[in-house]
């Protein structure tokens, strides 16, 4: 039968973990400074306004539709969309309270300068400022209930510190892949809050798996340090880990190149969760529990030491 990674393995992933915290640590600190120094671009769906997805017959130029929308009634941008030339975004962000009513005189200007026949209007939406920060106040309230949860679940599932371990891991992956999103220029809306949502689940996933086998192994070997114990439950556990997540990434890059500039930010953000995700599970939250159970240790013996 095909083996990925051999039986008896040995990779001592446990005696990198201080390198993997400075690379994490850097990563996380690049990723707070983009939020919040550049911060996110919010989408309509977040920030209000009106959405206009048109396709030309024959492309046009970008200055020719700047000039047919100047005086539509708001600041109309003009962005390329999508992979075939001719797509265009037409945005009017939080404008007046007649949201809708900027979408049909949008369609009046390119009727009058390039013909009815010209294009054809893909989809219209509109969002009014208060509803798009309700919306935006929400998607962020639930990233960061799931997070937490998940965290409770793995404490309660098993030990409080496989779930400090894992809540610390899951903001890392959080963090890192809206840092990369923010990067990249990738606007956030409500398809980029369900992708980070099952980038926390994919996650969890992979750190319930190796914490179940660190578990069942510490009951197994009771003579061996935790150290040598959390780094053959991870050799275990790795041929399970490389191919979920392999076969995972495979599925999203196909989508990410042929799906279309519309889940573009969506199949990003998976890649760069889901590559974080696995990395986390093996050399974030392990490496916490096992310094999670040397603190207890070192607390432990201080009393012992002072009644002698």
């Known amino acids: 039968m095909f083996t990925l990674i051999k039986s ?74 999508g992979t075939a030339p001719g797509e265009y975004l037409l945005r009017v962000p939080e404008s007046g309270s007649d949201l809708a009513g900027f979408g049909a005189r949008i369609e009046e200007k390119l009727d009058g300068a390039f013909g009815e026949d010209a294009y054809e209007v893909l989809r219209t939406e509109a969002v009014g400022p208060r509803v ?9 309230l639930a990233i960061v209930v799931a997070t937490v949860m998940m965290g409770v679940y793995i404490g309660l599932r098993f ?50 798996i190796i914490s179940d086998r660190i578990r069942e192994n510490m009951r197994k070997i009771r003579r061996q340090p935790l150290s040598a114990i959390i780094n053959q439950s991870i050799n275990e556990t790795l041929s399970r880990t490389v191919l979920t997540a392999g076969t995972t990434l495979l599925v999203i890059l196909a989508l990410f190149v042929f799906g279309g500039s519309v889940i573009h930010g969506f199949a990003f953000a998976l890649l760069v969760g889901i590559t974080v995700g696995t990395y986390s599970s093996i050399f974030v939250a392990s490496p916490i529990v096992l310094a999670l159970e040397k603190r207890g240790s070192a607390r432990s013996e201080r009393p012992a030491r002072a009644a002698s």
Do not use: C
Not at 28 to 51: K, N
Not at 60 to 73: H, K
Not at 134 to 139: A, F, I
């Open 132 to 140: 798009g920060e309700e919306l935006r106040r929400k998607g962020i």
């Open 159 to 208: 030990e409080i510190r496989f779930g400090v371990g894992a809540a610390v891991a899951l903001a890392h992956d959080v963090l890192v892949a809206i840092g990369a999103l923010i990067v990249m220029g990738y606007e956030f809306d409500l398809t980029i809050v369900a992708a980070l949502l099952t980038v926390v689940g994919f996650s969890v996933n992979d750190t319930v």
């Open 8 to 81: 008896g393995t040995s990779i001592d992933f446990v005696g990198n973990r201080r390198l993997a915290f400075v690379v994490s640590g850097a990563i996380v600190l690049l990723s707070l400074a983009a939020i919040l120094v550049v911060g996110p671009r919010w989408g309509i769906d977040f920030a209000g306004g009106t959405l206009v997805h048109v396709r030309f017959t024959d492309p046009v130029a970008i200055g020719a539709l700047r000039t047919a929308l100047a005086d539509v009634g708001g600041e109309v941008s003009v962005q390329d969309f």
